[in-house]
């Protein structure tokens, strides 16, 4: 995957962060509280993997470009 697809991926996932953050703001109770947060902590997770792989293949592209 090139980078501009992780950009992308990784601002869906910003996105998607927000709209979590908001529905566990707005929960009733402790129990979808805690749903809601397992949520979160799985797309931070995912969120986290992709970025990993971007710096990987930036750090690829400037091997080949010889600036490292």
């Known amino acids: 995957m090139d ?5 992308s991926k ?3 996932s ?5 709209t979590l953050g ?3 703001i ?3 109770d402790e129990i979808s ?3 809601v947060l397992v949520k979160m902590l799985a797309e931070v997770s995912q ?9 990987a293949q ?3 592209n400037m091997k080949l470009k010889g600036l490292r």
């Open 3 to 7: 980078i501009t697809q992780l950009k």
């Open 10 to 12: 990784i601002d869906a």
């Open 14 to 18: 910003g996105k998607k962060l927000t």
């Open 22 to 24: 908001n529905e566990y």
């Open 26 to 28: 707005k929960s009733k």
């Open 33 to 35: 509280a805690r749903k």
């Open 47 to 55: 969120q986290t993997l992709m970025i990993g792989e971007q710096n």
């Open 58 to 60: 930036l750090d690829r």
